[in-house]
């Protein structure tokens, strides 16, 4: 018989708990004798937590407790996408949340619980986001990646995804190394830098920024994972954008670049950290109450409706401008410093599916009726092959 | 020399176009070879071409074919030579008593023909000349022109050149009449100047009935339309390109809404294979449809995406258009060469599901089939095309669909189902045929959503290396390769007029030259049954079939014997009692080329007695 090969198929232990029905509720932890590999989080809150516009609470955008190391910058950047989707009332079930492989790609399971996740394979998830975007354009999607995923094995994807404009926040946890396999330089790395074992990179660094600049992201921005105060309006920006997103977030690797030497450490990233703006995201319709010195407030009203406050903090500088950032950024970077905010965004920004004319209504949603042409039309057909 | 008596043949021969690649022939040749069908005759026309576009040779060969064999028969009849550069080959290939239709403008030293052949020259150049003066216009005329010729050599009536050049240029009077005059031009030279018609005709029969006539590629690509495929993402590679081409085509006339005009399918031309399979699984993880097209090379970039539709359980409809390999191989040239790689694609323990369709018929059925396949069984189908069939026109049955076809989208569990508090383990086999239900992302606020992932988890998609937890999902997806088994196309089985102990397995682009092969097997006194496989997983009708026989021959167009190896490997069959018979030089396999392989193989069991053998 195909496939079943009558041979002796030995297993070390038993397989009674292979059936995860043996646990009341699936995901409640510590069930006696069950062996596990994952940690789910205790199910109990506080009565009095503060709930968003739909009803959900903190705990409603939340995932599994993460696996990463104690103090990893990702684990910020995984708690401030889940304040930016509270914060915007999102429902979490109607986000699909895709990563590719490393630790950062391994974050999606730490929020949004309600959400399909897909963990796919190393640097190719932007092509499984894109064909997802592509059967569902009701979703939001929110693509997870680090910087030995985008700006290596797939900095192909990448940059494809970027310029045919999917509708997309793409997140990367830039960290400047490869953490799963215990420090290697990653692509990102700064020429010059040192490496936890003193090794000094002589390769020069890719800038996915300056990268999504040149391939036409509709908006492009870069943060810190250490500033939830400028990241967390970003993120939420980012979602709200319909378009192309890109987000480059500075997140050092604890365990293997937060050294003296490296330029993605805690200290190093403090340092050189040049914010160009601060934003907002407005909430509602309601007129925004400006506490700010008059003209250095900027409000960007994006394509759905959804509006930005931009306070900026270094008067020169546009987010309209592409070509202009893609120089600031140039010459900021020459001078060591490491330049964060709102960096461009084209509010009349079109996506993918305006680009191939797809229907409003989901592709996946659509029936033999919708699609197939039925057997008069195959008559004709067959009439013109004759 | 013995004088070779020129060949007599009424719509049984084979007519070679000699072209440059580039000048335009395509068009013309293809009008002959649907002229001839109009006279109730069938052909099997072949493209013969080169890796390259413009310069370098290609040939178009008709095989006219009354009795309908629709496998390419090899040797001709009659040479059309057109291309100085292939010359002497193109002369040498000519049987004896063949006919050579060359441009006789300018003269030819003699030493370049040949005297057991008969040689047609028509001043094709100077007649192009002495009418047109824009060089484009010369070139394609001239094919016209030379058409025009053969028409009256072989007796064909003009009348039904006519009709299909107005079908062609409906509502282009101009091109119309131009074209119908080159014909004439031609026609009217040979009728005056040549004895017509010569020994090769084309006499009207009705042999064509309701058939159609198609490429495999637009065929499956019409099929994947049919099929309700909405997303498509490929990376250009001869001989699959067209497949994507046509879908696109079919699409822009039969998937807009008519009222909005806006598209009911995604296309995108990729940046390479790695993302047309990415952008597939993640369109089929949504829910939607999605399929890509590619060839050898192709298969090889997807291997690790195909491991993760195999492991992760996500349907995906891959249509593989063989080409002969390895590596870059001969990229215009046919084999069946990628079972192995297909069915075994990437690392670790996988099996995948392949379809064989014979012809364009069968490419759309199979293309429409896998749409089905995919979500039923959660896992990459295989459509498995070749050159011979993709690109090249092949007449077939009619496309047939029912209007009560519904599409089987699997085991989906709804809102609903999740609502009524149904159990959800994304890979828990509720039903025992090793299916799981999914989820589509977005179903409901608080049920049914899980984390889709490459590496090993429970029952309910949560993270574990714990070796029996790993070890029983294994195990669940074999039983659903079995369950695949009974789903998939049948082979079916064709038995000889008397009981034999000898049958032959088949597949593929094979089946037109092995039903001819099993007529000039019978012919000469050796007798098979046939089993024509459809698809992989095998069904147990293969190893009954093997067991019912001493000796099967298994006919592939491949080095190694590449569906032989997954029979005995994946039945247990000994290796012994199934003989190879291969053909892999990048020609499509032949009925004599099969019958004399058979043939000699069967005269070498058989023991004669020596009375019977001297007398």
Redo the contacts between chains.
């Keep these: 018989m195909p496939g079943l090969d009558p041979g002796i198929h030995a297993f070390l232990s038993p397989d009674q708990y292979v059936d995860g029905r043996v646990k009341p509720g699936h995901d409640a932890a510590g069930t006696a004798g069950v062996v596990m590999t994952y940690i789910a989080k205790p199910k109990f809150h506080h009565p009095g937590l503060k709930k968003n516009e739909l009803g959900y609470t903190h705990r409603d955008y939340e995932g599994k407790i993460s696996t990463l190391c104690a103090g990893c910058g990702h684990d910020s950047i995984t708690a401030s996408i889940i304040e930016a989707c509270y914060e915007l009332s999102i429902e979490p079930h109607r986000v699909a949340k895709i990563s590719g492989i490393g630790c950062s790609s391994k974050t999606p399971d730490y929020f949004l619980g309600n959400s399909h996740g897909f963990n796919s394979v190393h640097g190719r998830m932007p092509s499984v986001l894109t064909g997802a975007n592509l059967a569902n354009r009701d979703l939001i999607y929110l693509g997870v990646s680090g910087d030995g995923d985008s700006a290596s094995i797939g900095f192909g994807q990448f940059a494809h995804s970027i310029r045919r404009g999917v509708n997309m926040t793409y997140i990367v946890e830039n960290n400047g190394v490869y953490g799963l396999t215990k420090g290697q330089f990653s692509a990102t790395a700064d020429r010059g830098s040192k490496s936890k074992k003193g090794v000094v990179n002589t390769d020069n660094a890719i800038d996915l920024v300056a990268i999504a600049l040149q391939l036409g992201a509709t908006f492009v921005a870069r943060s810190f994972s250490g500033d939830k105060t400028q990241l967390v309006p970003l993120i939420a920006a980012a979602i709200q954008h319909k378009g192309a997103s890109f987000i480059d977030v500075i997140s050092p690797c604890i365990a293997f670049n937060n050294h003296a030497g490296s330029t993605k450490s805690f200290d190093y990233v403090r340092e050189h950290n040049d914010a160009v703006n601060r934003l907002d995201v407005l909430v509602g319709r309601e007129p925004i109450h400006v506490d700010y010195a008059p003209g250095t407030v900027q409000v960007v009203e994006q394509h759905d409706g959804s509006r930005i406050a931009l306070r900026k903090l270094d008067a020169d500088y546009d987010p309209h401008d592409r070509v202009g950032a893609m120089t600031f950024l140039q010459k900021h970077a020459a001078k060591g410093q490491i330049v964060t905010g709102l960096l461009y965004v084209d509010p009349e920004a079109e996506d993918l599916h305006a680009h191939l004319n797809t229907v409003d209504t989901p592709l996946n949603t659509l029936d033999a009726k919708a699609l197939c042409p039925g057997s008069a039309a195959l008559d004709k057909i067959n009439a013109s092959l004759r | 020399m013995s004088v070779q008596s020129p060949i007599s043949s009424v719509n049984d021969f084979v007519v070679r176009f000699a072209n440059v690649n580039g000048s335009g022939s395509a068009s013309a040749n293809e009008l002959f070879a649907r002229a001839i069908?109009r006279h109730g005759v069938p052909v099997s026309p072949r493209n013969i071409f080169p890796s390259n576009i413009q310069g370098l040779p290609t040939w178009y060969e008709v095989r006219v074919t009354e009795a309908g064999h629709l496998g390419a028969r090899g040797g001709v009849d009659m040479m059309v030579a057109m291309n100085p550069q292939t010359w002497d080959k193109d002369v040498a290939s000519i049987e004896p008593g063949g006919y050579l239709f060359y441009d006789s403008t300018k003269p030819m030293p003699s030493s370049k023909f040949r005297a057991d052949i008969t040689v047609i020259g028509v001043p094709l150049t100077a007649i192009t000349n002495s009418t047109y003066t824009d060089p484009r216009q010369r070139q394609l005329f001239k094919n016209i022109i030379y058409l025009g010729a053969l028409s009256a050599l072989l007796e064909m009536d003009p009348k039904l050149i006519e009709q299909l050049i107005g079908e062609q240029y409906k509502g282009k009077e101009k091109l119309l009449s131009s074209n119908v005059h080159a014909l004439h031009l031609g026609r009217d030279w040979a009728l005056q100047n040549l004895k017509c018609p010569i020994g090769l005709r084309v006499k009207k029969a009705d042999k064509?009935g309701?058939?159609?006539?198609?490429e495999g590629n637009s065929a499956a690509a019409?099929g994947a339309?049919?099929g309700?495929a909405?997303?498509c993402?490929w990376y250009p590679i001869t001989p699959s390109s067209s497949l994507a081409e046509a879908f696109t085509n079919h699409c822009k006339k039969?998937?807009h809404?008519p009222e909005?005009?806006?598209?009911?399918?995604?296309?995108?031309q990729?940046?390479?294979e790695?993302?047309?399979?990415?952008?597939?699984?993640?369109?089929?993880?949504?829910?939607?449809r999605?399929f890509t097209t590619t060839s050898g090379p192709g298969i090889s970039l997807m291997t690790?995406?195909i491991g993760?539709s195999y492991f992760a359980e996500i349907p995906a409809v891959i249509m593989n258009v063989q080409r002969a390999g390895p590596s870059t191989g001969m990229p215009t040239r046919t084999q069946q060469c990628d079972i192995i790689a297909c069915a075994y694609a990437s690392h670790g323990d996988t099996?995948h599901v392949l379809l064989f369709p014979e012809d364009p018929a069968e490419a759309f059925e199979f293309a429409a089939t896998a749409f089905d396949l995919a979500e039923r069984l959660q896992t990459v189908i295989f459509v498995m095309l070749d050159l011979d069939i993709g690109m090249n026109h092949r007449l077939c049955r009619?496309?047939?669909?029912?209007?009560a076809?519904?599409?089987d989208r699997g085991k989906v569990m709804t809102r609903e189902m999740l609502e009524e508090g149904r159990?959800f383990?994304r890979y828990?086999d509720v039903d025992g045929d090793g299916i799981p239900f999914r989820?589509?992302?977005?179903?409901?606020?608080?049920k049914g959503?899980?984390?889709?992932?490459?590496?090993s988890r429970?029952?309910?998609a949560?993270?574990?290396?714990?070796?029996?937890?790993y070890?029983?999902n294994m195990?669940r997806l074999?039983r659903k390769?079995?369950t695949a088994?009974d789903l998939v196309p049948r082979p079916l089985q064709a038995n000889a007029a008397k009981p034999t102990k000898y049958g032959v397995i088949y597949f593929g682009s094979t089946a037109p030259a092995m039903d001819e092969a099993i007529e000039i097997l019978d012919a000469r006194g050796h007798h098979l049954d046939r089993l024509r496989i459809r698809a992989?997983?095998?069904h147990?009708s293969v190893a009954s079939f093997i067991a019912d026989h001493d000796f099967v021959y298994v006919v592939e167009q491949n080095r190694d014997a590449q569906l032989r190896q997954l029979i005995v490997n994946?039945?247990g069959i000994d290796p012994v009692r199934l003989v190879p018979i291969l053909h892999y030089d990048g020609t499509p396999i032949t009925a004599r080329f099969i019958a004399n392989a058979i043939g000699d193989h069967q005269d070498h069991l058989k023991v004669t007695p020596l009375r019977k053998a001297v007398s």
Excluded: C
Excluded at chain 2, 210 to 214: K, T
Excluded at chain 2, 260 to 268: D, L, S
Excluded at chain 2, 449 to 455: A, L, P, Q
């Design positions: 069908l064509v309701d058939r159609i006539f198609l019409l339309v049919y309700g909405t997303v993402a039969l998937r809404d909005t005009g806006q598209a009911k399918y995604a296309i995108v990729a940046e390479d790695l993302a047309s399979i990415g952008i597939v699984i993640g369109a089929s993880w949504n829910g939607a999605a690790e995406f993760l099996k009619p496309l047939r669909w029912d209007d076809r519904q599409y159990d383990g828990l989820t589509y992302p977005g179903t409901h606020p608080t959503s899980y984390f889709t992932r490459g590496t429970d029952r309910y949560r993270y574990s290396e714990e070796g029996p937890v070890a029983d195990q074999v390769f079995e088994q992989f997983p095998f147990s994946e039945n």
